[in-house]
T-cell receptor, first 115, second 112 residues
Framework: DAGVIQSPRHEVTEMGQEVTLRCKPI?????LFWYRQTMMRGLELLIY????????DSGMPEDRFSAKMPNASFSTLKIQPSEPRDSAVYFC?????????????FGPGTRLTVL | GDSVTQMEGPVTLSEEAFLTINCTYT??????LFWYVQYPGEGLQLLLK?????DKGSNKGFEATYRKETTSFHLEKGSVQVSDSAVYFC???????????FGPGTSLSVIP
């Protein structure tokens, strides 16, 4: 299995631009998570989906952030408009609701820099 | 709500030293417990896990035992190597339908 795939791996953009991060979960997994990691705030859960349905988006910082999961094999996290304080590494992770061990698998992350 | 607390870092050890990273959790039920490791420039990866009380998870020389009575899941390794330098996250999860609760992470540096 290829694991969780994220694209792009690096993104540099200017303040005010729209940014779209993409994630392909492991095939067969039906839970998907978006995290943000910074030195100051550590690892933060932004939102997670079960069976393509958003379950908890309380971690989404503000209305500039939105996430979708149109099907079981794809999710996007969009920031519009982007701001310098959004600079961070964004991780996507997936897991299987049928996995009794509850293990979560992380992608390599997207490093976002907003100038 | 559920939470995970782990010892503050950074931790610096000499090669072959003994490692302990403390972790305690609060939960309403009986969660699964995990240690994840993040090497520089990479995503988190599962190091070991335990799904019920008294279970011991182990991998790559690391061990942790699920202690319900003390609500703890301390990570140990008898002899650390330079390649163990990373950030270690303790985590809990009630069920596969729930989110994972992560601790703040403990940075470990092992010097030759």
């Amino acid at each position: 299995d290829a694991g969780v795939i994220q694209s792009p791996r690096h993104e540099v953009t200017e303040m005010g631009q729209e940014v779209t991060l993409r994630c392909k979960p492991i095939s067969g997994h039906n839970s998907l998570f978006w995290y943000r990691q910074t030195m100051m705030r550590g690892l933060e859960l932004l939102i997670y989906f079960n069976n393509n349905v958003p379950i908890d988006d309380s971690g989404m910082p503000e209305d500039r952030f939105s996430a979708k999961m149109p099907n079981a094999s794809f999710s996007t996290l969009k920031i519009q408009p982007s701001e310098p304080r959004d600079s961070a590494v964004y991780f996507c992770a997936s897991s299987s609701l049928a996995d009794s061990t509850d293990t979560q698998y992380f992608g390599p992350g997207t490093r976002l820099t907003v100038l | 709500g559920d939470s995970v607390t782990q010892m503050e870092g950074p931790v610096t050890l000499s090669e072959e030293a003994f490692l302990t990273i403390n972790c305690t959790y609060t939960a309403t039920g009986y969660p699964s417990l995990f240690w994840y490791v993040q090497y520089p420039g990479e995503g988190l990866q599962l190091l070991l896990k335990a799904t019920k009380a008294d279970d011991k998870g182990s991998n790559k020389g690391f061990e942790a035992t699920y202690r319900k009575e003390t609500t703890s899941f301390h990570l140990e390794k008898g002899s650390v190597q330079v390649s163990d330098s990373a950030v270690y996250f303790c985590a809990s999860r009630e069920t596969s339908y729930d989110k994972v609760i992560f601790g703040p992470g403990t940075s470990l540096s092992v010097i030759p």
